[in-house]
């Protein structure tokens, strides 16, 4: 008989979220399209604590739409909606930036 893996143990990401929930991602899990609308990969995972590059907390809002608090200096560039992460991408509806 195979050993379990403890679901504490198991990796989450992003797109599967509940809300209410809080986690922690890397900046580079966002994008900006050519309006500076913001996206967010769910494929990118999430962690209980930040750490090193992890710093930017996520949640989800409702409806798979997604709030984010970076805490770190990341900056970004706009990327077109032929990006290739477009199709894993969800709506920012909330963005709070420590450096602001």
Same mark, same amino acid.
């Given at each position: !008989? &195979?050993?379990?893996?403890?679901?504490?143990?198991?990796? @989450?990401?992003?797109k599967? !979220?509940? =809300?209410?929930?809080?986690?922690? $991602?890397? =900046? +580079?899990?966002?994008?900006? %399209?050519?309006? !500076?609308?913001? +996206?967010?990969?769910? &494929?990118? %995972?999430?962690?209980? $604590?930040?750490?090193?590059?992890?710093? $930017?907390?996520?949640? /989800?809002v409702? %409806?798979?739409?997604?709030?984010?608090?970076?805490?770190? &200096?990341h @900056? +970004? @560039?706009?990327?077109? #909606?032929?990006?290739? +992460?477009?199709?894993? #991408? /969800? =709506?920012?509806?909330?963005?709070? $930036?420590?450096?602001?």
């Amino acid at each position: !008989m &195979n050993a379990k893996l403890p679901a504490a143990k198991l990796e @989450r990401q992003i797109k599967h !979220m509940i =809300p209410g929930e809080v986690w922690w $991602t890397v =900046p +580079w899990a966002i994008w900006a %399209d050519e309006d !500076m609308n913001l +996206w967010i990969n769910g &494929n990118y %995972d999430v962690f209980d $604590t930040p750490g090193g590059t992890v710093d $930017t907390e996520v949640w /989800l809002v409702a %409806d798979g739409r997604y709030g984010v608090r970076h805490t770190g &200096n990341h @900056r +970004w @560039r706009r990327k077109g #909606s032929d990006h290739a +992460w477009a199709s894993a #991408s /969800l =709506p920012v509806v909330e963005f709070h $930036t420590d450096d602001a």
